[in-house]
């Protein structure tokens, strides 16, 4: 499958992973569903990641494509909770 390809499926899966936290119903299978298809999102574009680098970091292959996994799956997540933490301590601080 060719690279345009996965990198637009990519982008539509995070696009309803987006909608879905959006959302205004809050509970545990919108959560999960998020998270299926920021995993389907960061997959995708692991793969295309991990394909443009250079040959002596692609070795060993199952470890090099977790590690690029693991940039895309949980740096987002850990934006979304840092920058929650800020937004509460901002609604918590006197002003």
């Known amino acids: 499958m060719s690279s345009l390809k996965l990198i637009i499926y990519a982008v539509a899966a995070e696009i309803a992973s987006l ?10 299978s919108i959560f999960l569903l ?13 793969v295309v990641a991990w394909s443009l680098l250079p040959e002596r970091f ?8 977790v590690l690029v996994f693991s940039f895309a799956f949980f740096i987002p997540a850990m934006g979304l909770v ?3 933490e800020e937004h509460t301590s901002e609604l918590q601080s006197p002003a």
């Open 19 to 28: 909608m879905l936290l959006l959302s205004k119903q809050a509970d545990l």
């Open 34 to 46: 998020y998270l299926l298809s920021h995993g389907l999102a960061s997959a995708l574009l692991s």
């Open 58 to 65: 692609r070795t060993p292959k199952i470890l090099s494509w």
């Open 82 to 84: 840092t920058r929650s």
